[in-house]
């Protein structure tokens, strides 16, 4: 065999190896949530993502900070009070004073520790700090976990390394294609964890719940 056909099958087998990798399936039954959690909390891949998501927050305060301190004569009730003092907090002050900001104040999370629990699937949470993005990401791919483990399937999910995702999820049995789930960090603190296109995944999420708990 010529070595330049040696080299190129070797790099497709790597290839093939680092995309398998890449991904973990979670499989059905009262393990998944174990394998989710330590996917979250382990993956170096995920992990690397939600420190550069962190790293840009913080970015934004030092600009707000320094905003600050170049505006002398600051509205004491204002945003730009809001934003001096959120520079300088940090843990349960630091999110009390997000939540002053309008659309910041996170309801409360819903139970979802089965499908009858998750009428309808979060696609968005507001997240203060960023010690709690591991805990965020899974309450947003949990409905979408126990959905497929209702219908007898699984979710396969893979670091994503483009723009403000950070993870796909890929339904499998269903002609659907793979969920997006984003971390944006807000100019002002906190982040903001989203899927994309919400209302084609609540339609999605709705059609096949509702068929799942008919079986």
Known sequence: ????????????????????????????GPKAEDVLR?????????KARLAEAAQREESFLAEARD???????????????LKR?????????RESIIEQFPGMKAPAAPVCRSLGDCAVPELALDVADSARLPDSVRQLVRPWMLLQQARGSSVVITPAQTGDAVLTLKLKGLDAA??????????????????????????????????????
């Open 1 to 28: 065999m010529k070595p330049a056909l040696l080299a190129g099958l070797v790099f497709a087998v790597l290839g093939a190896q680092t995309a398998s990798a890449q991904s973990i399936r979670l499989p059905r």
């Open 38 to 46: 330590r996917f979250i909390e382990q993956d170096a891949r995920l």
């Open 67 to 81: 905003s600050d301190l170049r505006d002398s004569i600051a509205d004491k009730s204002g945003p730009e009070e």
């Open 85 to 93: 003092r959120l520079a300088q907090a940090s843990g349960a002050r």
């Open 178 to 215: 793979p969920l997006t789930l984003n971390v944006s960090p807000r100019l002002l603190g906190g982040f903001k964890v989203w899927f994309d296109s919400p209302l084609v995944l609540a339609s999605l999420y709705g059609r096949e719940r509702d068929a799942a708990l008919k079986r």
